[in-house]
């Protein structure tokens, strides 16, 4: 009988068929099949092989069971190669699996809001010149937003800052301007404070205007403060802010709690004068509704809109856009 040979020979085709099935799987599930027609245990070709032993001379029996051996370890290093390579995706390209060649994709962590960071930049700025961040609460009173800041409640600038009013007669501040009073009967001076925070006005909601809005409030307080401190003081921080060749200039204005008042426009890179705060040297009538001597102490004083020096700064066209919560508008201000 000439059957060891044959069973021999058909052993070195199944090998090489079975190695080639090996290399041509490109995916786990494939492999498996593969694994399933040649190593099966019921159904796999070698198994298949081997129960034809019987067949055999028994002298051959041996020869043949070792090369089916063979042929089985042979395949299950062929086998477990390729799982590893599928795995770690140097398999075929378009094989399951990650591929390593794609580019990265970034996580979104959520970033610090843009007027938030207006402000941050801002309060750095005057740290550097020696302010400290001062703060006060949103819900005031009228003595405090009004009356203390020599603003009697039926003075016209009292009507243009019309707000929320609250039970107990507490009202959502307009402006933060309440906080330099807070700060003078808290503390002695010398004052250097800055005091950003949320106001609101009974506004409409358009473009320019938001009836809730961020403000940043200075105040500087001492024996011998003047209005050259005022200047030197915002000229610098402007300089710091938009750079070094930036101008500022005061025109005239009136606030209740200033005199003299003024308008700060600052003149950056691109030739524009804006208008970027109201300033001024502290009415004494401020002084003393705070319980200081103003005889012995002046100050100066600025109030400026940070949603504002956003605006311009980015060239944003619509103050809304910092209150609608759009991530497509907000992550273009996130800092790496
Ligand atoms: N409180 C003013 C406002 O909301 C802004 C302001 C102007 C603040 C002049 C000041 C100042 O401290 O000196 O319109």
């Given at each position: 009988m000439s059957g060891s040979p044959s069973l021999l020979d058909e052993l070195g085709t199944l090998e090489k068929e079975a190695l080639a099935a090996v290399e041509a799987a490109s995916t786990p599930g494939e492999l498996e099949a593969a694994r399933i027609t040649f190593l099966g245990r019921k159904e796999g070709r070698i198994s298949g092989i081997l129960r034809?032993?019987?067949?055999?001379d028994p002298a051959e029996r041996p020869r043949v069971g070792a090369r089916a051996n063979e042929v089985k370890k042979a395949l299950q290093e062929a086998l477990d190669r390729r799982e590893e390579a599928l795995a770690t995706g140097r398999g075929t390209p378009g094989a399951e699996g990650p591929d390593l060649t794609l580019p990265g994709r970034a996580a979104w962590i959520g970033g610090v809001h843009p007027v938030t960071r207006v402000i941050d930049d801002l309060v750095e700025i005057f740290r550097e010149l020696g302010f400290t961040r001062a703060r006060g609460p949103e819900a005031e009173t009228e003595w405090y937003n009004f009356e203390a800041l020599n603003t009697p409640l039926d003075h016209p600038a009292a009507d243009e800052q019309d707000t929320l009013y609250l039970k107990g007669?507490?009202?959502?501040?307009?402006?933060?301007?309440p906080v330099q009073v807070r700060v003078l009967e808290q503390y002695e001076p010398p004052i250097r404070i800055l005091a950003p925070g949320m106001v609101y006005r009974r506004d409409t909601f358009d473009a320019t205007h938001t009836p809730a809005f961020a403000q940043l409030e200075g105040l500087v307080v001492d024996e011998g403060v003047t209005f050259v401190d005022l200047k030197a003081t915002l000229a610098e921080f402007a300089r710091r802010y938009w750079g070094p060749d930036t101008k500022i200039r005061f025109r005239p204005s009136f606030f209740?709690?200033?005199?003299?008042s003024a308008e700060v426009d600052v003149k950056g890179g691109d030739g524009e004068w804006l208008e970027i705060m109201g300033a001024g040297m502290v009415d004494p009538a401020v002084l003393e509704a705070a319980g200081l001597d103003a005889e012995r102490y002046t100050g100066f004083a600025f109030g400026m809109g940070p949603g504002r020096i956003g605006l311009l700064r980015h060239r944003i066209p619509d103050l809304r856009l910092f209150l609608e919560n759009d991530v497509r508008f907000l992550s273009r201000f996130a800092r790496p």
């Open positions: 034809r032993l019987g067949e055999m007669g507490h009202l959502l501040r307009s402006h933060t301007s209740p709690f200033t005199e003299p």
